[in-house]
């Protein structure tokens, strides 16, 4: 996926899947294919570039843990593949949460042609429509994030493991340290579209909300299960996990912050609570 704006030259003898075109220039959020060689420096340098083709369809049938390939469909499949439906699995949607009806866009696996069975989607993205309210739950996992090291320290410090919810146009992270601040957080999020992060420390735990322009950047950010961020000169990997339900280390922790349960006490004056 671009994630600049770079003019970038797509070489001939790319391998191809139907519907790919070869183009001069790429735009952000283009989905491409590429080659990785060695610059004469040593840095890797993308080479014979094409831009992958994005259909746009819907599911019919979302995939779960109980049944791991769903189905989406998609009028632009059948000119190409001859057939208007293509099989999803759970590990092509991130961890985005479908429902059937759901607007997705997608890419086909490369090796898939035209009557050779159904196509395989990837890289399947959630389209935010009207019925996606500030309430819809996106996502529901766990977020390993690096940590840069403490002030006037040295080495790096444990990565942060983190509970997180994506409702709307914000993730919700729990089980933060103490020392967490905004800070910390918006040195990854700003450079995925987060335009601010609060920290909220309370007996129940520490909470912390990002908040990014809209639904659309939320979904992104879900859909991939892995991204990336440059970071002190060097490259770090942010990680999205199973949530780990029942584990030693997030027994007896909040998920999401709330206000403490509500009680009825008596007052001084009569017929008053």
């Known amino acids: 996926q671009v994630v ?15 519907g790919d075109k070869q183009v001069p220039t790429l735009a952000e959020e283009d989905l491409v294919r590429f080659r990785v060689r060695l610059s004469a420096e040593g840095h890797p340098q993308a080479e014979s570039i ?6 746009c369809g819907s599911v019919v049938q979302a995939p779960s843990a109980e049944c791991p390939i769903g189905r989406a469909a998609c009028d632009e499949l059948a000119a190409v593949f001859g057939t208007r439906e293509a099989a999803m699995s759970t590990a092509s949607c991130g961890f985005a949460r479908l429902a059937v009806g759901d607007q997705i866009t ?8 035209a009557g050779n069975g159904t196509p395989e989607a990837a890289l399947v993205m959630l389209v935010p429509t009207s019925q996606h309210n500030l309430g819809s739950v996106f ?48 040195r990854f999020f700003s450079k995925h579209g987060a335009t601010h992060a609060g920290v909220a420390h309370s007996a129940a735990g520490s909470f912390a909300s990002v908040a990014f322009p809209g639904a659309s950047e939320v979904a992104r950010f879900v859909g991939r299960s892995v991204h990336t961020f440059a970071d002190d000169k060097e490259t770090r990997l942010v990680a999205l996990l199973p949530r780990a339900q029942g584990c030693a280390t997030h027994e007896g922790r909040a998920s999401l912050p709330g206000l403490p349960a509500p009680r009825i006490a008596g007052d001084s004056e009569h017929g008053v609570l």
Do not use: T, Y
Not at 4 to 14: H, K, R, V
Not at 143 to 150: D, F, I, N, T, V
Not at 162 to 168: M, N, S, T, Y
Not at 173 to 178: E, K, T
């Open 4 to 18: 600049g704006n770079p003019e970038l030259s797509a070489a001939a003898n790319a391998p191809r899947v139907p």
């Open 50 to 55: 094409r831009c992958v083709r994005k259909f």
């Open 106 to 113: 997608f890419c086909v696996k490369p090796g898939e042609e």
């Open 139 to 186: 996502a529901c996992c766990s977020l390993r994030l690096p940590r840069a090291p403490a002030p006037g320290a040295w080495g790096l410090r444990p990565d942060l493991e983190l509970d997180c919810h994506a409702l709307g146009d914000r993730l919700i992270l729990s089980g933060l340290p103490q020392d967490v601040d905004h800070q910390e957080l918006m």
